[in-house]
């Protein structure tokens, strides 16, 4: 793919999220902005997945995954979860395991915990579409990613 494109792609704003898997006894967890709402009735969003993570397996064969909706304070998160051993990635970190098994990160603005309900195919990623189960919120300002740097929600708003 062309730095240009990828340069282009960047311009579109993003919240950032650390989604997770339960799978075979073990958890794993990626950061993640393809994250985006589908249908509202019935509650349906999708993600899409490269298709050579080292994760996809779990992703693909564990019949659902939990978005967490990182807050402004938790840049450390997304780029923990965004490289290394999946061990190293859940190390330290607050999470709380919800009834389907999946861990849900603490702190964060918004999580939902969802059945895996199709893969789609698309080129070099994989199309997740989910069941949104259960949800929560908080107040919390969410994380936002855009040209490649994070940045508090906040730091966009203008003062009034
Ligand atoms: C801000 C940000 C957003 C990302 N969004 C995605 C995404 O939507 N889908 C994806 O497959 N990888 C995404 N990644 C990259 C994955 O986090 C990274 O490739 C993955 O954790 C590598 O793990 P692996 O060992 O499973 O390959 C993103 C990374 C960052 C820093």
Redesign the pocket.
């Known amino acids: 793919m062309s730095r240009s494109y990828r340069d282009a792609l960047s311009c579109f704003a993003t919240g ?1 999220t650390v989604v997770t898997a339960r799978h075979e006894a073990s958890d794993w967890g ?5 994250f985006s709402s589908v249908s509202l009735e019935p509650r349906l969003v999708l ?4 298709q050579n ?3 996809r397996a779990a992703f693909v064969n564990s019949g659902g995954y939990t978005v967490s909706i990182l807050s402004g304070q938790q840049e450390a998160l ?1 780029r923990q ?3 290394g051993e999946m061990a190293q990635r859940f190390a330290g970190v607050d999470a709380e395991r919800l009834d389907s098994g999946r861990l849900k990160i603490g702190a964060s603005s918004a999580w939902f915990d969802c059945s895996l309900v199709r893969v789609i195919a698309a080129g070099d ?1 994989d199309i997740l579409l989910g069941e949104v189960k259960n949800f929560g919120w908080t107040p919390a300002e969410p994380l936002i ?1 855009a040209q490649s740097q994070f940045l508090p929600v906040r730091q966009l708003a203008a003062p009034s």
């Open positions: 950032v990626m950061t993640c902005n393809s993600w899409s997945l490269r993570a080292s994760s997304a979860f965004s490289s990623h990613f």
